[in-house]
Each structure stands twice: as structure tokens, then as C-alpha cells.
């Protein structure tokens, strides 16, 4: 490959050989920078190497932070930094292909198709704080494109001058980090041929009081997200959605859960 890639991941309260991520990316030849945000020893420092960055977090402080040490952690200021979740199938041929649409787009920052069950994840839509799911990349343009972090390939060179905002610690840091890349004009396209399959946590409701817990994270990032947008429409959309989870989880995830 003529880009240098640079992995980042996250890991919380897992050994490294049970992440899915981590098993597809460790033979790739790529340097990856493992960020551990788990509060008790994983035994994770043992996968210490040349290639292989342990970065210990010293419990969790959250992705933000997190991706912050990690794109601090990373010298060389040419090539792309991809971000993963530590539960992704990452194909062999990833790097490969997101080099080739690269060359194709000149993007500084490219999304990947990440499916669920239900179809697109990502790239997605979004209007003011308002998300949606598309069912052709045909929808999208550079003022509505917006996408998860997971797969995303970054420009190096953008760190020079940003960094993640620490006032989010799971949700919506990956819509944020893209509306502040729009403001900068920065180019961000559609990696059409790289694909990825993922699993959404957040829907699943066979633990209430997990996702209980997961909500009540969602909610402050998604608040923060909606002040931070600014004007009446966005504080209402936004509490609008916040009601529309809580429903879901304390009274139709408890139906579902029985």
C-alpha cells in the first residue's frame, strides 16, 4: 500500500483475543492503537509490541478522550487513521479498497457501508440533530452525509488542529466530529466498496438495567448535542427523540424482555 494506515480502537472490559476487531486487524501489517478504557485488569498490556499500542486510559474516561490519546499517540502526520469499534469484522481486503477510494474521491475523510440487520447504519442522513437511515447512497450530499465512527478513515493531517470534544463520552461524537469537519470544508465521501457488518447495542433490550444505563448516557451526549445545534426546532426534535427512547426501553423493551 502506498497510504500509511493507522488503526485506533477501543476496548472496555475485554481481553483483547475476544474482540472482533482486534482478531481481524492484528494480521494486517497495519500499527494499531489499542485504547483500554476497562476499569479492572484485561490482561491487555501482553499484547504489547512493535505494531501492537497498548494505551492504558486508567479506567473509563469514555471515547472522546480516548480517541484524543490515541491521535496524539500517532507521530507520523501523513497517511489515514481508521477508527473501529472493538466488534467489528474487518474484511482482508479493508485497507486495500479504502485505499482505492481514497485515490477515486481525494476525501479527507471517507465512510464505509455499515450494515445491520435492518440495513444501512452508516453512511446516514442527518438534518440539524435529526438522524435517519438511508436506502440508497444515492441520498446523500456533502451538506446531509453523516456516518458512525466505526470503519471511518480520517486524514491525519486534520488532527494537526482538532481534537474530539471531551464534554461527549459514547454518543454522537461521531455526527460532532463530522459537523465540525463541514465547517472546516473539509471533503467527506461515501467509501462505496468497503463494507462492514455490526451489531447496534443500543436496541438491544434483554438487560433493562443496562439499557437503562445506556440511555442515561445517551440522553446527556444527545442533549449536548442538540444545545450545542442551537435554536427552538433542535431543542424540540431532540426531546422528542430523548421521550421516544425512554418509551422504548422502560415500557416496550420491558414487553419485549418478558
Wanted: proline share 1%; charged share 25%.
Amino acid at each position: 500500500m502506498s497510504i500509511n494506515f493507522f488503526a485506533v480502537m477501543v476496548i472496555y472490559n475485554r481481553n483483547l483475543n475476544d474482540s472482533l476487531s482486534f482478531s481481524s486487524l492484528k494480521n494486517t501489517g497495519v500499527e494499531i492503537f489499542v485504547c483500554d478504557n476497562s476499569t479492572k485488569d484485561m490482561k491487555n498490556s501482553s499484547f504489547e509490541s512493535e505494531r501492537v499500542h497498548i494505551l492504558s486510559m486508567g479506567g473509563n474516561v469514555g471515547l472522546s478522550k480516548a480517541y484524543n490519546k490515541a491521535v496524539e499517540s500517532i507521530d507520523v502526520r501523513d497517511g489515514y487513521i481508521c477508527f473501529f469499534d472493538d466488534d467489528t469484522a474487518v474484511p482482508e481486503n479493508y485497507f486495500a479498497l479504502m485505499e482505492k477510494e481514497i485515490e477515486k474521491t481525494g476525501a479527507d475523510i471517507l465512510l464505509p457501508c455499515v450494515f445491520d440487520r435492518n440495513g444501512y447504519m452508516s453512511p446516514c442522513k442527518i438534518s440539524g440533530v435529526s438522524v435517519s437511515a438511508i436506502s440508497s447512497l444515492e441520498e446523500l450530499n456533502e451538506d446531509n452525509i453523516s456516518g458512525i465512527n466505526s470503519g471511518m478513515a480520517v486524514k491525519a493531517e486534520v488532527f494537526k488542529a482538532y481534537r474530539y470534544d471531551e464534554n461527549y463520552f459514547l454518543d454522537f461524537i461521531d455526527h460532532k466530529f463530522l459537523s465540525d469537519m463541514k465547517k472546516q470544508k473539509r471533503k467527506i465521501a461515501a467509501a462505496k466498496s468497503v463494507e462492514l457488518k455490526q451489531r447496534f447495542s443500543a436496541n438491544d433490550f434483554s438487560d433493562i438495567k443496562a439499557a437503562r444505563r445506556r440511555f442515561a448516557v445517551f440522553k446527556k451526549d444527545y442533549s449536548l448535542f442538540c444545545r450545542q445545534a442551537g435554536g427552538l426546532k433542535n431543542k424540540l426534535i431532540g426531546a422528542l427523540v430523548i421521550a421516544k427512547r425512554f418509551i422504548n426501553i422502560n415500557f416496550i423493551g420491558r414487553l419485549r424482555s418478558k
